[in-house]
């Protein structure tokens, strides 16, 4: 377990309020307009930003040439399967429900973690894995009926998922010698030429100038997702354990379904308010400091 830096918990609220209210904002921005293009135009609009952040900070644009293969990868499995599929499927499901199906990512991490790279989980964390597990249920309580008529938008999140659990794992064990904002600023330019090339053979002719209104989704997604929260996530990632930086953003379903449903009028359920419940206590097994911290913290010092 690991106890966080202020710092950190600061980095994690904005992540959560920035994600959360992302995804009715995103059902909003794809709704009657490509969702390719629309990943694609926020990019390009965010990466110039990302770019001079780099710059204000005077962080170093170089990359080794030896580690661009293992870029390559992080890339695939942090940015390019989550972002392509994410926003094609959440055509096909309500704002909220695809935020659930999406962060089931924690689960498969652990799970991930523990078959994978042989990561030992103290009983604690296993205890957060099932809250989570059964959160996530109960929000999709009363989905189940619809989505077993959408299986391809289910599918499509929940390979998103699972690939994001293991690009969080790659990214803990990385070995790229470079700062994470040069490695985050890399992997947006790789993905916004995908999304690129993906909108050009697939939404040409689906291309059409976006509303007032369209124009909002695409700077909130453009300066908060893609210039913000994505980079704030993979130095997290890269800096905390895995079921830590995965567990501690769970409250981002439930900020998605309860701001869809305050802006698209979705209803809320019983179900809905205890897997509020179980998702505090998910995020509470992962951020409360271990018990020996806790003693070193509240113990008196010295002269």
Same mark, same amino acid.
């Given at each position: 377990? $690991? ?20 995804? !009715? ?37 170089? *990359? !080794? ?29 309500? %704002? ?17 973690? %523990? =078959?994978?790279?042989?990561?030992? *989980? &103290?009983?604690?964390?296993?205890? @957060? ?7 996530? =249920?109960?929000?999709?309580? $009363? ?40 490695? %985050?600023? +890399? ?10 090339? *993906? ?8 291309? &059409? ?14 300066? @908060? &997702? ?14 905390? !354990?895995?079921?830590?930086?995965? =567990?501690?953003?769970?409250?981002? !379903? ?14 809320? $359920? +019983? ?5 509020? @419940?179980? &998702? ?11 018990? %020996? ?8 010092? @010295?002269?």
């Amino acid at each position: 377990m $690991h106890a966080l830096s202020r710092q950190q918990l600061s980095l994690l609220v904005m992540i959560t309020l920035v994600w959360g209210l992302n995804w !009715p904002i995103m059902k909003f921005g794809v709704t009657g307009f490509p969702p390719l293009t629309f990943r694609t135009i926020c990019m390009w609009l965010g990466v110039p930003v990302l770019g001079a952040f780099l710059r204000w900070r005077r962080v170093s644009f170089t *990359l !080794p040439q030896a580690h661009w293969r293992e870029l390559l990868l992080l890339t695939v499995f942090n940015m390019l399967f989550w972002h392509t599929l994410a926003i094609l499927a959440i055509q096909s499901l309500s %704002s909220g429900r695809a935020a659930i199906l999406g962060y089931t990512m924690p689960v498969f991490s652990a799970v991930i973690g %523990s =078959l994978w790279y042989s990561q030992r *989980l &103290v009983p604690r964390a296993w205890v @957060g894995v099932a809250a989570a597990a059964l959160g996530v =249920l109960l929000l999709l309580w $009363h989905e189940f009926t619809s989505l077993s008529g959408r299986p391809l938008g289910v599918a499509m999140m929940l390979v998103a998922a699972a690939t994001w659990a293991v690009g969080t794992q790659m990214m803990r064990r990385t070995r790229i010698e470079a700062p994470t904002l040069t490695i %985050s600023f +890399w992997m947006t330019v790789i993905t916004t030429l995908w999304m690129t090339a *993906l909108s050009l053979l697939f939404e040409r002719g689906d291309w &059409v100038a976006p509303s007032p209104a369209q124009w909002g989704a695409i700077v909130y997604n453009a300066l @908060g &997702v893609f210039a913000f929260a994505q980079v704030a996530w993979l130095m997290l990632a890269r800096e905390l !354990p895995p079921i830590a930086s995965t =567990l501690s953003v769970m409250f981002i !379903p439930v900020l998605g379904v309860f701001s869809g449903a305050w802006w698209l009028g979705e209803v809320l $359920h +019983w179900q809905d308010w205890a897997a509020v @419940g179980l &998702v505090m206590a998910s995020i509470a097994t992962v951020l409360w400091p271990p018990r %020996s911290t806790a003693a070193r913290v509240a113990a008196p010092r @010295g002269g």
